[in-house]
């Protein structure tokens, strides 16, 4: 059974930094897209980041590209994700997410084609508030 554990939230001003990470457990299958979801308050929940673990391709919404970077480590048991250059819109509550790879799910999941709903697997959240 897969598990996720997402830790790594915290409040900082406009312009800081946070780094997110994703530890997995239980994964079966030899490729899975991952990555990060994010929901503010009365807002639907959006895709962030992920990443496709078989090949180390990385997507980003346009909103953050450039300043987030998604990582693996070397024993592909952790994902994290490193934000810099923080703004108030990107105050949310983020969700480590997972599904088994299949052709253009993670392409599609930041392109607004594929929903969150289309993700097996789920962290717990970790709330990231930026302050202006």
């Known amino acids: 059974q897969v598990q996720l554990v997402d830790s790594g939230g915290g409040s900082v001003q406009a312009g800081g930094s946070l780094r997110l990470s994703c530890a997995a457990s239980?994964?079966?299958?030899?490729?899975?897209?991952t990555g990060w979801f994010r929901q503010a308050p009365g807002k639907e929940r959006e895709a962030v980041a992920f990443m496709n673990t078989g090949d180390s391709r990385t997507y980003y919404v346009d909103s953050v590209k450039g300043r987030f970077t998604i990582s693996q480590d070397n024993g592909k048991n952790t994902l994290s994700l490193q934000m810099n250059s923080l703004k108030p819109e990107d105050t949310a509550m983020y969700y480590c997410?997972?599904?088994?790879?299949?052709?253009?799910?993670?392409?599609?999941?930041?392109?607004?084609?594929?929903?969150?709903?289309?993700?097996?697997?789920w962290g717990q959240g970790t709330q990231v508030t930026v302050s202006s």
């Open positions: 997410a997972a599904v088994t790879a299949r052709p253009g799910i993670c392409y599609g999941v930041v392109g607004g084609v594929v929903g969150p709903y289309n993700f097996d697997y």
């Open positions: 239980g994964y079966t299958a030899s490729n899975y897209c």
